[in-house]
């Protein structure tokens, strides 16, 4: 079966850097998404990787490594706002997304 | 630009009863997702289409119906409403099903409770 894994949970303080893992396991692999999802609000794109490596954006990083079915997000300088659950997706070979159940992130002063 | 709207915000269903959810987008996207969203779970594929006239069954299709008559518009019906498809409902759009990049637009997503 298909799978993605993240942590449920994570709490960070606010200023520092936090890492987000996201492992998965699907039927062929055509880029992977991060999304950010604020409670009660609809998910937003954050970052796409299709090939290995780190991709930056501003605060936000994600890397990507194929071969080992791993990825991760990398927030600096992390602010209040950016408490929020954060989604790994990854679309397999019929180009259809298969999401995690996304990371909790809590942001402390 | 509105995006993507959907309709109701949120709506309480007596079992058995019939419902459509309505989806409306404006950015010309040629692909359209259904997914609902459960505490502790990833969002799931109900329904998609690739381009208007065509659909697709995603992950969880049963008891939920599609049709995309035209490229703005893709609405989710409900036949015979189940407690178990109580959930929060988003629609989703992208450029295209393929390609690089094409990442997906959400609507700000319907709470269903079904009693």
């Known amino acids: 079966g298909q799978n993605i894994d993240q942590p449920t949970e994570m709490t960070a303080t606010e200023g520092a850097i936090v890492q987000i893992n996201c492992t998965y396991q699907t039927s062929g692999f055509n880029g992977l998404f991060w999304y950010q999802q604020h409670a009660g609000e609809a998910p937003t794109f954050l970052s796409y990787n299709v090939l290995d490596g780190l991709e930056e954006k501003g605060r936000f990083s994600s890397f990507l490594s194929r071969s080992k079915g791993y990825s991760y997000l990398l927030l600096k300088e992390l602010q209040m706002k950016d408490s929020a659950s954060y989604l790994c997706a990854v679309r397999d070979r019929n180009y259809q997304l298969i999401w995690g159940a996304g990371t909790k992130l809590i942001i402390k002063p | 630009t509105a995006g993507i709207t959907q309709a109701p915000t949120s709506q309480i269903l007596a079992a058995g009863r019939s419902m459509t959810l309505r989806c409306t987008q404006d950015?010309?996207?040629?692909?359209m997702y259904w997914y609902r969203q459960d505490l502790g779970l990833g969002l799931r594929l109900i329904h998609y289409?690739?381009?208007?006239?065509?659909?697709g069954k995603g992950e969880v299709p049963d008891g939920y119906s599609v049709s995309r008559a035209n490229t703005d518009d893709f609405p989710l019906t409900l036949a015979s409403a189940v407690p178990s498809q109580t959930s929060v409902y988003f629609c989703?759009?992208?450029?295209?099903?393929?390609?690089?990049?094409?990442?997906?637009?959400f609507g700000p997503g319907t709470r269903l409770t079904v009693l």
């Open positions: 989703a759009s992208s450029d295209s099903a393929s390609g690089d990049y094409n990442e997906q637009f």
């Open positions: 950015m010309r996207h040629n692909a």
């Open positions: 289409s690739n381009t208007a006239g065509t659909t």
